[in-house]
């Protein structure tokens, strides 16, 4: 379940630290209850952002399929072989 807090809440600075390392989520805070902004640990931004990026790399070569720029493993492989001599 999210944690939702309002922003007069983040004077508390210890607690909500404490509640960003307890929680593998972010916490969302509202401002005259509507959202505002969102926390979290720099474990779980830097984890997030690590997933991000996979995924866009994902998107990439997926489109690089699509548009004829992939080869087949084994012909790039035995590509490699006879340029190298291996």
Do not use: W
């Not at 809440?9 to 916490?27: A, G, M, W, Y």
């Amino acid at each position: 379940m999210p944690h939702i807090i309002p922003i007069k809440d983040l004077k508390n600075t210890s607690e909500i630290s404490d509640l960003c390392h307890k929680t593998d989520e972010p916490i969302y805070i509202t401002k005259n209850g509507y959202g505002d902004m969102v926390i979290m640990s720099m474990e779980i931004f830097e984890s997030t952002m690590r997933r991000f990026s996979m995924y866009r790399d994902i998107e990439i070569s997926e489109k690089q399929i699509e548009n004829g720029q992939a080869k087949d493993a084994r012909d790039a492989l035995s590509g490699m072989r006879t340029k190298y001599g291996l």
